[in-house]
């Protein structure tokens, strides 16, 4: 079986390095962790796991029961999986919210204003004057160290039990929506009530990402299960293609995070 036939052409690279962490475990029985994976690419492992794995184990954690980005434990079937083989770091630090206001986007910009690389992060919640990043144990002490300031704001980071992890609230409204075709701007200008000149500059502009990559190419044909975003409007996600209405149209249900 052809397993590159269900994934679309830039996936290929990322399923290539999957299949080598799984031959790596068992060729050498030893257990393999990743760094932290967005959603569509531990969908991705689950995939490949579920068709090409006998002798093998698969295992998330992201720090909270409902983190977006884990990493991936990789296992012998015998291997006894625990929390701290995951290997991750909250830290936790406040600010005076009468004084300042500081978004995800601030917070991210100030980590990867450090050098170090994206995947080395997990969630990051800002709220209510407070801020949690959830790291990999290998790079926390150096955070701690360096990360003093953002946005102009003097921060003081100190490690926190996973257990003190803010759950993020997650509320899906589903809806239903005819559409011309599966194109990315015909699909985004649905759900976000934009025209389709909005929607076409949004995303040329480089503000929409598909699977959490920037995707600037309008013509994007979408499938099932693809999650949306646009800055400034927040997320989304294609749930079902539920067919061809009479007049050749295209019935779709989605659902917009809120």
Known sequence: MDIYQHFRKEEHPFIDQVLSWMDQVEKTFQVRLTDFLDPREQQIVDMLAGTSMEDLQVHTHGGSQNAERKRVIIAP?????????????????????????????????????????????????????????????????????????????????????????????????????????????????????LSRKEAAEMITKGNVKVNYKVTDDRKFVLETGDMLSLRGKGRSKLIRINGRTKKDK?????????
């Not at 407070?130 to 290998?138: S, Y």
């Not at 019935?251 to 917009?256: E, F, H, P």
């Open 77 to 193: 079937l015998y291997e006894d999986v625990t929390e701290d083989i995951f290997q991750l770091t909250l830290l936790q630090g406040s600010y005076h919210t009468k004084f300042v206001t500081l978004s995800h986007r601030d917070v991210m910009g100030a980590f990867m204003s450090l050098g170090i690389k994206r995947q080395k992060l997990g969630d990051i919640i800002v709220e209510d004057g407070l801020i949690q990043i959830m790291t990999a144990d290998e790079i926390a002490p150096y955070v701690l160290t360096n990360l003093t300031d953002i946005k102009h704001t003097t921060i003081k980071l100190e490690e926190e039990p996973l257990l003190s992890a803010l759950e993020r609230e997650i509320n899906w409204v589903e809806s239903d929506h005819i559409v011309s075709s599966l194109r990315l701007d015909t699909v985004v200008k649905a759900i976000y009530r």
């Open 250 to 258: 295209v019935s779709i249900t989605t659902a917009l995070l809120k």
